[in-house]
């Protein structure tokens, strides 16, 4: 399921980069919250199924929702406004890193001397990537791009560490189908606000059904519902596939040209990526391989 969920939100890159071409972002966004929450309304009977609200819950529930859609889509599709899809899947190799530290000042969790250098040195990448970029067609402005990318990073990591704690009281597809809703009152506002298309051809209406019901109630509704089986740090390691599937997406699809340096860059990501991760996990591994 997270392998599957991550070959999707890796297309949405390439996606959404198509579609802010033909319109401006927040339309965009607010069509694909609205189709998101038609596909629930035909799922309602599921949806509504062992729901039992807890008193207090509103609080979690809506700060999760402004997380994510909220933030995180107005961060990223004004994102890929400035920078190529490829390069705004990279920065989301350091969703981890960002889950790790956050657990770190949040819950105190150890954080070993190899996660702070390896955080570092993605850090570095993903900053050598950025001012490697140059300016093109697919990347106006890489440096806004990649920073406004970077936001949307930041809102995913509280989004993920609240619906970890929610997915033990509610089910998956419940938080996926209130994420839709909130986001369409959310993102009203904005796409009253700028300037409707004066029509949308079927091309776009396929991307935007894409990215509605299969990214948003496809692909959040098997990352929930997997929040539900593994830690919220092992989910988290898995986005670390985006990147890969954005890049090759976004290479074959839209033609980005990656330079030099910045797949160097991207090299220095993951290698980053690589060292942050839990070493006492990588301990408990090794203890657990059978002799031979």
């Keep these: 399921m997270l392998i599957f969920a991550m070959a999707v939100w890796g297309s949405t890159f390439v996606a959404m980069k198509l579609v802010v071409t033909g319109m401006p972002a927040m339309v965009a966004v607010f069509i694909r919250m609205c189709l998101a929450v038609a596909a629930f309304a035909v799922l309602i009977k599921y949806v509504r199924k062992g729901v039992v609200y807890r008193k207090g819950d509103w609080r979690y529930l ?6 994510e859609p909220c933030l995180y889509f107005l961060f990223e599709s004004q994102a890929l ?46 900053i050598w990537m950025t001012l490697a970029g140059e300016e093109s067609d697919q990347a106006p402005n890489p440096l806004l791009g990649n920073l406004l990318e970077l936001a ?39 796409a009253l606000d700028s300037q409707w298309p004066d029509s949308i051809g079927v091309d776009m209406w396929l991307l935007l059904i894409y990215l509605g019901v299969g990214a948003t109630l496809g692909a959040y509704g098997l990352f929930n519902y997997a929040l539900t089986h593994v830690d919220a740090t092992v989910a988290a390691g898995y986005v670390n596939l985006i990147p890969a599937f954005a890049v090759l997406f976004s290479v074959v699809f839209l033609g980005d ?21 839990d070493s006492k996990v990588d301990a408990q591994a090794k203890d657990n391989i059978p002799a031979a």
């Design 62 to 67: 809506v700060l999760m929702a402004l997380f």
């Design 81 to 126: 406004q400035y920078t190529s899809a490829g390069q705004a899947g990279m920065i989301t190799s350091l969703f981890p890193i960002l889950i790790a530290v956050s657990a770190f000042f949040a819950f105190g969790e150890r954080l070993y001397r190899r996660q702070w250098l390896g955080l570092f040195i993605a850090v570095v990448g993903v």
């Design 152 to 190: 949307a990073m930041g809102a995913a990591v509280g989004y993920t560490l609240l619906v970890k704690h929610l997915t033990s009281r509610y089910p998956a597809l419940f938080l996926t189908a209130m994420q839709a809703c909130v986001g369409v009152v959310f993102f009203l506002p904005f």
């Design 257 to 277: 040209e990656i330079n030099l340096w910045q797949w160097l860059a991207i090299a220095l990501v993951f290698v980053g990526v690589y060292l942050s991760r």
